[in-house]
Nanobody
Framework: QVHLVESGGGLVQAGDSLRLSCVISTRTLGLYTGGWFRQAPGKEREFVAAISWNGGDTAYADSVKGRSTISRENAQNTLYLQMNNLKPKDTAVYYC?????????????????????WGPGTQVTVSS
């Protein structure tokens, strides 16, 4: 069984930064693709960022590219999402997720269907 728990969300002002964390409880360490998704009220869940099991590959949604960084600490089984220059449109529930290791494909890791384990989410609210 794999369990994920996000933390680090909160209420911030436009232009502020946040670092989201995701602690993964599992028998293995770092043997998964990691991803972050978000879902805003009235909108579909959307891809935010992904990282390969060894951190060698990353992918970002155009909406956050250049102001967000995904990282991982495999020894701690933790994923991170650093978000800078937050905007009101970033307001959403953010979910971390893991996917089985496969040959890296940006197209595939952007799909929520690729991921088999999900956290309960953490709320990020950006005030204007």
């Amino acid at each position: 069984q794999v369990h994920l728990v996000e933390s680090g969300g909160g209420l911030v002002q436009a232009g502020d930064s946040l670092r989201l964390s995701c602690v993964i409880s599992t028998r293995t360490l770092g043997l998964y693709t990691g991803g972050w998704f978000r879902q805003a009220p009235g909108k579909e869940r959307e891809f935010v960022a992904a990282i390969s099991w060894n951190g060698g590959d990353t992918a970002y949604a155009d909406s956050v590219k250049g102001r967000s960084t995904i990282s991982r600490e495999n020894a701690q089984n933790t994923l991170y999402l650093q978000m800078n220059n937050l905007k009101p449109k970033d307001t959403a529930v953010y979910y971390c997720a893991t996917a089985p290791i496969r040959p890296w494909s940006t197209r595939m890791v952007m799909s929520s269907n690729e991921y088999n384990y999900w956290g309960p989410g953490t709320q990020v609210t950006v005030s204007s």
